[in-house]
């Protein structure tokens, strides 16, 4: 199976600040990456798909680049709302895999 | 618009199953795959298997084979996930969730099905 490795696992960070996220993948899956945000009680919202390209409705403070085996996530200008969980995905093997999650938090 | 509406929790002993069902409305039942999603209490999320609606093929990860079975109604455009010989560790939310194209997103998800196993 694909390893989905993502860092930091825990983040603190304050409205405002601009914050990266990484997802590194253990074999080449080309573009083939989703990013979601997750909230405490809640399911997954889809936020990026196909590594780059954002959902719709998702806000442009959201923004996301990578290809092969190294992705990142931005998020700029963070508001009380983005204070969550984010996993990256891999659907280019058959079999699916996330990565473990990165919290963010407020500091 | 796009829904997806999942059973209520349930409650199992270790050793029996549980079928949970995904209800669909908004779309086109037959033109998107499904995909079954669990998350155990404060742990990430991981994936179980997939049911194409339009034939009813289906796929699993390795670690679940045997144990799952993913179904579909066409008529009532419901997906369901069959979950047998349960333990302890099967404790967790169940999500299903539409996966859309290109690169296989998930797009729209149920709100989740709690199955707890306890003796």
């Known amino acids: 199976d694909i390893q989905m490795t993502q860092s930091p696992s825990a983040l603190s960070a304050s409205v405002g600040d601009r914050v990266t996220i990484t997802c590194r993948a253990s074999q080449t899956i080309l573009t083939y990456l989703n990013w979601y945000q997750q909230k405490p009680g809640k399911a997954p919202r889809l936020l990026i798909y196909a590594a780059s390209s954002s959902e719709g409705g998702v806000p442009s403070r959201f923004s996301a680049s990578g290809s092969g085996t190294h992705f990142t996530l931005t998020i700029s200008d963070l508001r009380p709302e983005d204070f969550a969980t984010y996993y990256c995905?891999?659907?280019?093997?058959?079999?699916?895999?996330f990565g473990q999650g990165t919290r963010l938090d407020i500091k | 618009q796009v829904q997806l509406v999942q059973s209520a929790a349930e409650v199992k002993r270790p050793g029996t199953a549980v079928r949970v069902s995904c209800r669909t409305s908004g779309y086109p039942f037959t033109n998107n795959d499904i995909y079954w999603v669990r998350q155990a209490a404060g742990q990430g999320l991981e994936w179980m298997g997939w049911?194409?609606?339009?034939?009813?093929?289906?796929g699993y990860a390795q670690r679940f084979k045997g144990r799952v079975s993913l179904t579909r109604d066409i008529v009532t455009a419901t997906a369901y996930l069959e979950f047998s010989s349960l333990r302890s560790e099967d404790t967790a939310i169940y999500y299903c969730?539409?996966?859309?194209?290109?690169?296989?997103?998930?797009?729209?998800w149920g709100q989740g099905t709690l199955v707890t196993v306890s003796s």
């Open positions: 995905q891999q659907t280019y093997d058959t079999v699916i895999t």
């Open positions: 049911i194409n609606p339009n034939s009813g093929n289906s």
């Open positions: 969730a539409r996966v859309g194209s290109p690169t296989s997103k998930l797009d729209s």
